[in-house]
Each structure stands twice: as C-alpha cells, then as structure tokens.
C-alpha cells in the first residue's frame, strides 16, 4: 500500500508539469492490476524466482559486474565481448524493479542497491558512463573508437547503453521511490543533453542504435525538464541527412536503412532495417509526436505500422524476417525456413503498439499486441524461466541445416540481449491490461485480477474473472468505491472473433465468419455500440454490477495472401489469440510430414500436466511415411499445440503452416527418411 500510494504521488507530482500535450488514451499502471490469472501470473512468478535471478548470476559469471568494478578502479580490461553488454544488468535491474512492486523482497532489493553502488562508482565525474571506455581510455573496446561517440553512428552503443540505464532507473525509481540510479541517469542525460542536439556547438548524430529517445522521453515525464524531451525530438529529428552515407547505394549499411537512417523520420513509409532499432524509433517517435503534438510524425508511424502489418509481419507475430542484418526485408519477404524473427524485435513491437494504440484508440493496435505477446515473444522464453530463443523459428526440419539459435533454446548467448529482454518485459504485463481516456475505461487484455482504477466519477475496483486464453467466457464485476458511478466500460471484441486474423490482407480466415458476441449486465442482455473495435458499455454503474462477455473461441485456418510464397496451399492453425504447431513429441517422432485436409475437424482437451497445462487440438490428418524407398500416405491423428510452447522437450520438428493436400513432394539427398516433405 505504501508504494502504491508513493507511486499516485510521483505521478500527480509529474502530471503538475502541465504537460500541454500527450496520449490521449493513457494506460493505466501496473502497480493498480493485482494479478491472479492461471497463465501470465505463473510466468511473472517463475521471471522473480529463476529468470532475474539467473540473469543476474549469468551477469556476475560472464564480467559484467566485473566490467563495472574495473571501471570504478580504472584498472583492468574489459572483459565480456560487446560494448553494450552494460545494458544486460540494466535491464535486469529494470525487471527486478517491476518484480519488487508486485513480490517484495528486501534481499533483492538490497543486491539491486549493491549493483546500482557499482554502477555510481563507475560513473565518470562529468556523467559519462560506459565501462568499454572507461577501464582503460587509452586503449576502448575496438568499437568504441578512440575518443567519445565517435562511434556512436555505427558501432560504440553509447547512447544504446544510456536508454537502457534511463529505462532501468525510471522504473527502479517508481517501483521504490528510491532515488540512487535515478541520480546516475539524470546525470547522464545532462551529459547527453549538453553534447547533442540543435545547437551550432552540438554534435550532430543520430543515434545507431535507437532507445535513449524512450529513455529520455521517460525522464522527462519523472523530472519535467525540458531538455530531456527536446533532445529525445532532435534525436528523431536528425536521423535521413546522409551523414557518410550514400543514398544511392543499394547496400543497407551504406545507404543508411540498416538504422533507420536513410530518409528523414517524418518521411518514412516503410518498416526498414534492424527489426529490433527500427521498433525501438517508432516507439520513440509515438512518444516524441504525442509530447509535441507533431503531426508528421504520427503520419509516419501511421504509415509504417500499416506497411509492418499489410506486407512484414509473420502470422504469430514475430519480425525481422532477415538473418542477414536482424533486419526487415522487403514487402511480402516472409520466408518460413530462414525465418529470424529476434525474441527483442517482438519486445519492441509490443512498445511500438502500445504507444499506436494510446495515440489512436483503436483496438486494431492491441488486437496486433496481444497476437505478438501471446505467441512470437513468449515463445522466446522457455518454461523453465532460464531457456530462451534468440530467434524464434517458423519451421524445423530434421533434414535442414538449423543454427542452434534455431532449434535448440540456451540458457545465455554472447549477445544476451533477449534473455534480459524478457525479464522486463514479462513483469510489466499487468501494465497493458487498462487504459482511460476522459470517462472511457478501456478492457485491452483479459486476465484474471483485481484493479483500483480512478475516472472522472470516482475511484472504481473491477475484477476480472475468466480462463482466457483456453476460453472466451469473461465475467467482470464492477465495484465502484461510492454508490455509483458513470462512466464508459470499454470492453475490447478481439479481431479473431469479428472474422479478423489480422488486421489487413496478409491473412484471413479460410470460410470464417464473425462469430456471435453475447454482452450482458446483472445476467440481462446489455446496450452497447461498437467504437473502434470496442463494446462501449455507458451506464451509470453500481456495486457488484456483473458484466459477462461471451467470445466464441472456434479453431480457425488462417491462409496467406498469395505474395507470400511460401504459405500458398497451406493453413495455419489458430484458437482465440493462439496460434499453434505440431512438434515432434506427439507426432511420432516428426512434424515436417503433416497434412491436415481441408475437411478435418478438431477436437481439443485441456492437459494440465502437459507443458505448464495447455489446450490440445487433435485432429484427423495424413502423414507421409516412407519405407524401403517407398513414400506413401497414412491417415493418422495428429495433435498440436500452442506455438509458444514448442521446443521445450527437446530437440525435434516442428511445423506451424500445414499443407492442405499434396502438390508435390520434396526429396532431399540424405541417409534419414525424413528428408522427404511434402509441399
């Protein structure tokens, strides 16, 4: 309760800034969600009890701490292999900070408090802070260049590492209202502010990897200083000038795409370049355009959500489809068996949608959220809390060569940014449950939980009651704190049911139709209009008020539009938000040999003890098989599961778009049957 009220504090205490602009929908804070869910409170629990504590000793073993202390002396060499390795302990920090409001923990707090100790010694006298440098000056990490942001465009992460440590220390700061990395960071960002922006004396760069524009725009709402902002909005602005690039060129780390950096912001159509910077600007540039009320800007982002979601975006919601550069390729370049889709791009996509979602209203943004979030980013975490994937794969095939990134989950990587990822992201869930705008209350996600949310009419408790997303049967019970209150519920009808897989063209549900959405208050059918993908409930609203919301959850095949090759004559398998595949441990031993025919009906079972608890589909299908240099087919049952599931039981197939029926067959020159597919 004390941090609660510390945190309305803060925030009454940033909002006297009087801020003449900014979202028009605000989400409502995590710390006001109490969650009691079956399926996000489990993983948030097991991110406090393994993730961030492995996390953090992955950090002491590996020198990250180390890299800190050696600083601090001045004395040593650095000794982890990337420059931005700094950030892993910031983002850790940044997780543990939003584990601590929702599981307090004193010895955590009090190691938190030791590294934030190591991280102030290490700090140079004028701000400057990146062990890469500091250690030894005269001799940096090769990519850090010889003096001071030299680098900054290409390789050093300086500004990299800075919005990371602003990200940590605004959460660290809200969580405990403790002010010792708040203070490191705001030092920093003075630094910063002095050294970029528009004036005549002012370095000009943009930065090469995009987040201290989030980090800044975050320091800004805590402090309201000025500077803060202006210089996330010079960052954006500066990006497009063709500083050492060649815009003629077709080579993206030469024309200056691969960062975002080769038109200016405002006139970017397209999602372009490194998946994960690129998510990280278009956040930042939301942020930028809702504080200045830029409209350029927001037509951008418009712009380029539409190109990420009509022409980029694989159908569980992972992107980057290029190894080649973690990177965006061209319009309808979705291919399956290469396919990257970076565990941090999906991080960072959820942030972008957020924000569209805040500037716009619409529920096209978080239906396009809750897609990424519960299949192509969870997926990224194994369910032990301490596996993850770098890359989050489309299809194995036992007769294709896949990287370990691919097919096999690691407790760490050299470049460990998305297990550090995942520990922010997770325990911050309950933060994109609500949002308000004015006396509309808006429903974005549905998990079990107790929230206290104030509007206009008054403090309102609403509980949420359901077993999503294994089923569609939603009860909310409303509690406002007076007698009544009157305000707009708005209850968010998610695309799948309103026959939408996507919202665009690039899939659809084969011979779908929308299904019938039951609304009622106190067990009467209830008046609502639709707005903007929301049931807008307006009523004056009393205690214990009980609205139910019936979704119907029907298994859907999802088809692709014909530019994506790879995906024609195929079905991909979805139920409510989930997406699903089939894996090797139910399927005999294989999954690449599947067809599932266009007639087949499913029948699902809830299998507690399997994979955490998670709904089966079983269905009828055919199966190639080979015998004796013989191929012929199987009518066989085939099972498949939740996609963020897969890859949990060890190595094996696992296939997520089913053929339909047999158009060919491919055969591969290889000693193991398996490497004949059909397709």
């Known amino acids: 309760m004390q941090k609660s009220l510390l945190l309305i504090a803060l925030l009454a205490t940033t909002a006297s800034f009087s801020q003449q602009r900014d979202y028009p929908v605000r989400p409502v804070n995590f710390t006001s969600v109490k969650l009691m869910d079956n399926f996000w409170l489990p993983r948030i629990k097991t991110n406090n009890n393994v993730t961030i504590p492995a996390s953090f000793e992955r950090c002491e073993k590996t020198g990250r701490v180390k890299n800190f202390e050696m600083a601090a002396a001045h004395s040593g060499k650095f000794c982890t292999i990337f420059p931005f390795d700094d950030t892993d302990i910031y983002k850790t920090i940044e997780g543990a900070s939003f584990s601590l409001s929702l599981f307090p923990d004193p010895k955590l707090e009090a190691y938190i408090d030791s590294l934030i100790a190591k991280v102030a010694a290490a700090q140079e006298p004028d701000g400057y802070l990146y062990t890469a440098r500091t250690i030894d000056p005269a001799h940096p990490h090769p990519w850090s260049g010889p003096e001071r942001w030299v680098k900054e465009r290409e390789l050093s992460h300086e500004l990299y590492n800075s919005g990371h440590m602003y990200e940590a220390a605004a959460a660290h700061y809200l969580a405990t209202g403790k002010k010792n990395f708040l203070n490191i960071a705001l030092k920093n960002a003075d630094l910063v502010c002095s050294v970029f922006g528009y004036g005549p004396d002012k370095k000009k760069v943009a930065p090469g990897h995009e987040i201290v524009e989030m980090g800044l725009v975050k320091l800004y709402r805590i402090t309201g200083k000025k500077e803060y902002l202006e210089t996330a909005k010079y960052f954006v602005e500066e990006r497009g000038h063709f500083n050492g690039y060649d815009p003629k060129s077709k080579d993206p780390w030469k024309n200056g795409s691969y960062w975002q950096d080769h038109i200016?912001?405002?006139?970017?159509r397209e999602a372009i370049g490194h998946a994960v910077r690129a998510g990280y600007l278009y956040s930042s540039v939301a942020d930028v355009a809702a504080l200045t009320g830029d409209q350029k800007m927001i037509n951008a982002i418009d712009s380029i959500w539409e190109n990420l979601v009509s022409k980029k975006l694989y159908v569980q919601g992972g992107a980057g489809a290029i190894p080649d550069g973690e990177r965006y390729g061209n319009n309808y370049e979705l291919p399956n068996t290469t396919a990257y889709n970076e565990t941090c791009a999906a991080i960072a996509n959820v942030y972008w949608n957020q924000r569209m979602f805040q500037l716009h209203g619409d529920s096209k943004y978080i239906d396009v959220l809750?897609?990424?979030?519960?299949?192509?980013?969870?997926?990224?975490?194994?369910?032990?809390?301490k596996s993850f994937f770098y890359t989050n794969a489309m299809q194995v095939r036992n007769s294709f060569t896949h990287s370990a990134l691919e097919r096999e989950r690691s407790g760490w990587f050299d470049c460990s940014c998305c297990p550090t990822n995942v520990a922010r992201l997770i325990p911050s869930v309950p933060?994109?449950?609500?949002?308000?705008?004015?006396?509309?209350?808006?429903?974005?996600?549905?998990?079990?939980?107790?929230?206290?949310?104030?509007?206009?009419?008054?403090?309102?408790?609403?509980?949420?009651?359901?077993?999503?997303p294994w089923d569609g049967d939603l009860k909310f019970v409303v509690n406002p704190k007076k007698s009544t209150a009157a305000f707009n519920l708005m209850v968010r009808i998610p695309g799948w049911v309103q026959n939408k897989a996507i919202p665009s063209?690039?899939?659809?549900?084969?011979?779908?139709?929308?299904?019938?959405?039951?609304?009622?208050?106190?067990?009467?059918?209830?008046?609502?209009?639709?707005?903007?993908?929301?049931?807008?409930?307006?009523?004056?609203?009393?205690?214990?008020?009980?609205?139910?919301?019936?979704?119907?959850?029907?298994?859907?095949?999802?088809?692709a539009n014909e530019n994506l090759k790879d995906d024609q004559g195929k079905v991909a398998i979805q139920r409510g938000p989930l997406m699903y595949c089939a894996e090797w441990p139910e399927n005999n031993g294989k999954a690449s040999n599947i067809i599932i025919p266009a007639g087949a009906s499913f029948t699902s079972e809830f299998k507690p003890d399997l994979l955490n608890g998670i709904l089966e589909l079983k269905t009828n299908g055919i199966v190639l098989q080979t015998t004796d240099d013989q191929v012929s087919t199987e009518k066989k049952p085939v099972v498949i599961i939740p996609y963020y599931a897969?890859?949990?039981?060890?190595?094996?197939?696992?296939?997520?778009?089913f053929p339909e029926k047999i158009k060919?067959?491919?055969?591969?020159?290889?000693?193991?049957?398996?490497?004949i597919h059909q397709k």
């Open 431 to 468: 933060g994109y449950v609500y949002a308000q705008k004015d006396d509309k209350l808006y429903v974005n996600l549905f998990i079990n939980s107790i929230a206290t949310i104030n509007v206009p009419a008054g403090a309102v408790e609403i509980t949420q009651q359901n077993n999503y």
């Open 646 to 657: 897969w890859a949990n039981r060890g190595l094996g197939e696992m296939q997520l778009w």
């Open 264 to 268: 200016p912001v405002v006139d970017q």
């Open 370 to 385: 809750e897609k990424i979030l519960y299949n192509g980013l969870i997926s990224g975490v194994g369910l032990d809390g």
């Open 664 to 675: 060919d067959i491919e055969i591969i020159a290889s000693n193991d049957q398996s490497a």
């Open 505 to 559: 063209d690039l899939y659809w549900f084969k011979n779908g139709t929308a299904s019938n959405v039951t609304i009622t208050v106190n067990g009467k059918p209830a008046e609502y209009t639709m707005e903007n993908g929301y049931a807008m409930l307006n009523r004056t609203w009393k205690k214990n008020d009980k609205v139910e919301v019936n979704l119907p959850m029907e298994v859907q095949r999802v088809v």
